[in-house]
């Protein structure tokens, strides 16, 4: 009995070992991405702030991983979207092959302290251009000017104008400018009901337990680009507001009057109108057109 | 400093949090009693269930709890808990599911509980011929709380701050509200610095008073 003891012991220690060590593998497997992210961040910020990017430098970029048509990781772990065609479009004139690009997640909540600590170069995710944002990073840009529209199904006719969604089911994400603006302007007396995301909303959409799913139009575009809803739901054209996204940058950051010239020969070359046919095209999305820079649309 | 709360109901969105820990902490423990008193019946179905219960419910992430009481029970089965409007749904869900999952916790900390009171007593109530539910609410369950309520405060406090998670389905609780204020004004320390506060405010006070209240009722032995 007396060696028995220390012989469980022996083996759960091993076991315990093993295990730690399986997980770290998977961790490190996982993270791989994430720790090649900050090497990366660490090389771009010092070459940002020696203001040359040369040829072959790592650079790290703030994008959404979970917004279909805008930006997107799929599984196979290539990233889609306009805010990616963008960015990449944006690294090459600044003398990045895409393999050279590091994409990072920027959730909505972490991108100014993404920028503020440095953990990428600069931000395209959707990110709309407001003054209390403005004070805390520079914005370069705009390069999309969105609104604030509906998604609604395919065969619903009730909705005809934005006057029509007060007695609707409305859904959106919790807390997003989005859904505030349902609360304070456009239809106040509706039903919302906020998600974390959108594709909870998309569910009751089908089921018909909600109307209309409500935030900017290039997202809800590429929802309705994607293959599996693709004839199920269209949009309102309903102009609710104005979302200028920009490229965000750090403050004062030299990168702003660079990554402008991209947007701009970007335009110019055609590219825009390709990327934005690319990702929003099949939802029948009207974009306006290219923005001018440094022109916010209030 | 602090001109961003301006315009923010901090306090009502506060109210609402302790509205959900209120109303999910009473019907929690009502229900963990049950499948405490479950898992101690002579029943063997009735022990297999309350085993079952706890083991399933309280090893899923409280997340998906919630969200598929949204998700799965109104917008798919029509579950809608007796109201009409999105807000009071969202509320009733919310509880239903921080009761489903914090009952499973309650249920072992009275257990534990059960486990303090002294084999003899349970065997001198059964033979002064009592029979098992007066065993159980006269002579065992009156000694478990009495010794549980430091764990129940452990309890307690989880629950208010898993309160959270229902911002997921849209309460309009406190973080829900944070949400907001971070996606309007770009201030993610100061903010979370003022929620995180407004949580201390809620369960260290809890925490103390209940402490206090284990240490007068604690069955001395």
Known sequence: MIIMKPRKVTVTAAVALVLSLAAAGCGSDGGGGSSGATSGATNGATSATNGAASNGKKITVGIKFDQPGIGLKTPDGTYTGFDVDVATYIAKQLGHSPDDIVWKEAKSADRETLLQRGDVDFIAASYSITPARSEKVDFAGPYLLAHQDVLIRADDDSIKTPADLNNKKLCSVTGSTSAQNVKTKIAPNAQLQEYGGYSECLTGLENKVIDALTTDDSILAGYASQPEFKGKFKLGGFKMSNENYGIGVQKGSELKAEINTALQKMVQDGSWDAAVKKNFGPAGYQNEPAPQIGVVVS | MFDFLKGYDLLGAFWVTVQLTFYAAVGSLVWGTVLAAMRVSPVPLMRGFGTAYVNVVRNIPLTVIIVFTSLGLFQTLGVTLGADDFKTIDFRLAVF?????????????????????????????????????????????????????????????????????????????????????????????????????????????????????????????
């Open chain 2, 97 to 221: 599911g921080l009761t489903a999952y914090t009952s499973a916790f309650v249920c072992e900390a009275l257990r534990s509980g059960i486990n303090t009171v002294p084999v003899g007593q349970t065997e001198a109530a059964r033979a002064i011929g009592l029979r098992f539910p007066q065993v159980l609410l006269l002579v065992v369950l009156p000694q478990a709380f009495r010794s549980v309520v430091g764990p129940l405060a452990n309890v307690l406090i989880a629950l208010t701050k898993n309160t959270t998670v229902a911002a997921a389905i849209g309460v309009a609780e406190a973080a829900a509200l944070m949400q907001v204020m971070i996606e309007n004004e770009a201030q993610l320390l100061l903010i979370s610095a003022v929620f995180a506060f407004g949580f201390i405010c809620l369960t260290l006070p809890a925490g103390l008073f209940l402490g206090w209240v284990s240490r007068k009722v604690s069955v001395k032995r």
